[in-house]
């Protein structure tokens, strides 16, 4: 299977600038869009719990949050073969908290196209 980079978010605006970002870093792995963390853990069953390479979650989603997809993937182990990276608008302390408990880094949404240039690149180098 090609490497792929899982993109969950439920604002269109947010994953066209990510996307836009990752074909100006000239990324080969296959991107694949989720508008929920639900969707996310069902294509994991899809998958047979195959993960992708990256996994970039909104903190906030409609029916399953970034937070919730943190926590399934801690108790099926498949947080350990997936990098996972929370871009948030905005996180409670208490979600910011439960996440870094799982040592996922969490960013702040860049405001700008330089500043989310620069934060794609380091996500998919490192």
Known sequence: ??????????????????????????????IRIFRDGSAVMQQLQLNNGVPPRILLLDGHMPVMS?????????????LQDCRVIVLTGTLSPLDEETIRRYNVPVYRKPSSPTDLLNLMRTIVSA
């Open 1 to 30: 299977m090609d490497a792929e980079i899982w993109i969950a978010d439920d604002d269109a605006d947010d994953i066209f600038f990510y996307q836009e970002a990752l074909q100006q870093l000239k990324i080969t792995d296959t």
């Open 66 to 78: 970034g937070v919730d997809v943190i926590k399934d993937l801690c108790v099926s182990s498949l």
